[in-house]
């Protein structure tokens, strides 16, 4: 089983979230599973230039690291999304690779994968910007087990840790079994079923330009037959 962190904080690994995202890591590893992590400071991910490419090709027309990315996402069982709290949202790296991947989202690629969310702030809000990775986990097709957040108290130093670490740990060891059980959430099946009427309504308006996502429908509705 194979877990993808993705971490959004300029300050990768060395800032609260990347501590957070570390005991989230260590309820993976109790798990078994085996970890991945890719620091989005680390790496180049530009901003959407909205060419369209993605739709008729399947490849993004930026040459920079979102396409390793994508392949890392689609080859991972689980991911975790990891963002400190930047004025009510993600950071700018990690809404930028949201934009890349509307692609992935028009296809729902990620369908059948599963994902957790770490998130840090100054003094709150955590939730408002939980429930914006879970619902971009979900336009992607993809199912979240919940995520965990707290306000910092310090440099890597939270209110209530043992309880929040805790919280932590089950948060990685339920997404791995999750994963291993294919656990079903009803309130976001029924968005998936929603979401994915819209989305393959979209690209068969669309299919006379939008040909690498036209095939992409046609195929999983025959493997569905
Ligand atoms: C540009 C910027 C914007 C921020 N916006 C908020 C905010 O809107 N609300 C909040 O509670 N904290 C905010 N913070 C505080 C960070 O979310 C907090 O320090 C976080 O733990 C940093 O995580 P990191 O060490 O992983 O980068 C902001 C910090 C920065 C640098």
Redesign the pocket.
Known sequence: MKILAIIA???GMK????RLLEEVLTGVREYGAEEEIISLSAMKVQPCVGCDVCHSTGICSIKDDYEAIKEKLLACDGFILAS?????SVTAQMKALFDRCNGLIHCMALEGKYAAMVE??????DEEVISYMNRFANTLGATSVGGVGS??IGVRLFPDEPVLFEKAHALGRDLCQSIADKREFPDQKLFHDAFRERMSGLVDFMQEYWVFERGYWQKKRNQKV
């Open positions: 904080s300029p300050r800032g609260n979230t990347g400190p709290n930047y004025i009510f840090t702030s100054g003094g709150g809000e306000p910092m």
